[in-house]
């Protein structure tokens, strides 16, 4: 296998790899939005064991966008920093265009967005089940179905751009 095919493999299983990770993710976003609904409709006091789920949720949530954006890094950028920030910086790298490498993967707006949901994975990991709050939890949960469908536009487009990537390397191989 030449240089160019193994590359074309690369690109081909990280679309297959990417398309995995939003299914994964789509998961996670279905089962918190029906523990939000769930617990909205109730009176009274949240349980710890919804809290500590929907929390849980989100981190997984979280997650599973940063191990998308790890395997684009890997696979097109030469892999993530790891830096003490390196999540901060993972996730800045993937609003930048690379020139000539690939353009940004998400808008910075959807960056912003996404960058409350890595803040909550550190206070997720750092804190004490006491200290999460449903109040400050519920605008990432009802907002997880708006991030995910603009997060999957990115991708769409994103996925576009390596296609055509693929293709402009497939026809040099004939």
């Given at each position: 296998m030449t240089a160019r095919?193994?590359?074309?493999?690369?690109?081909?299983?990280?679309?297959?790899?990417?398309?995995?990770?939003?299914?994964?993710?789509?998961?996670?976003?279905?089962?918190?939005?029906?523990?939000?609904?769930?617990?909205?409709?109730?009176?009274?006091?949240?349980?710890?064991?919804?809290?500590?789920?929907?929390?849980?949720?989100?981190?997984?949530f979280y997650t599973g966008v940063e191990s998308m954006f790890e395997r684009i890094?890997?696979?097109?950028?030469?892999?993530?920093?790891?830096?003490?920030?390196?999540?901060?910086?993972l996730l800045r790298s993937m609003a930048v265009e690379l020139e000539g490498l690939r353009p940004g993967v998400i808008s910075r707006e959807l960056m912003d967005e996404l960058d409350e949901y890595r803040r909550f994975?550190?206070?997720?990991?750092?804190?004490?089940?006491?200290?999460?709050?449903?109040?400050?939890?519920?605008?990432?949960a009802e907002n997880m179905g708006d991030i995910l469908g603009l997060l999957k536009s990115k991708m769409d487009q994103f996925k576009t751009f390596i296609t055509g990537v693929i293709e402009e390397l497939e026809k040099n191989i004939e």
């Open positions: 095919e193994r590359k074309i493999a690369r690109l081909k299983r990280l679309i297959s790899e990417i398309n995995e990770d939003l299914r994964a993710i789509d998961q996670i976003a279905g089962k918190a939005r029906a523990l939000f609904e769930e617990v909205n409709a109730r009176t009274g006091p949240v349980p710890d064991r919804d809290l500590m789920a929907m929390a849980a949720y989100l981190h997984h890094s890997r696979q097109i950028d030469g892999g993530p920093v790891k830096a003490g920030d390196w999540h901060r910086e994975c550190h206070l997720f990991r750092h804190a004490y089940a006491g200290e999460l709050r449903w109040l400050k939890m519920c605008h990432l």
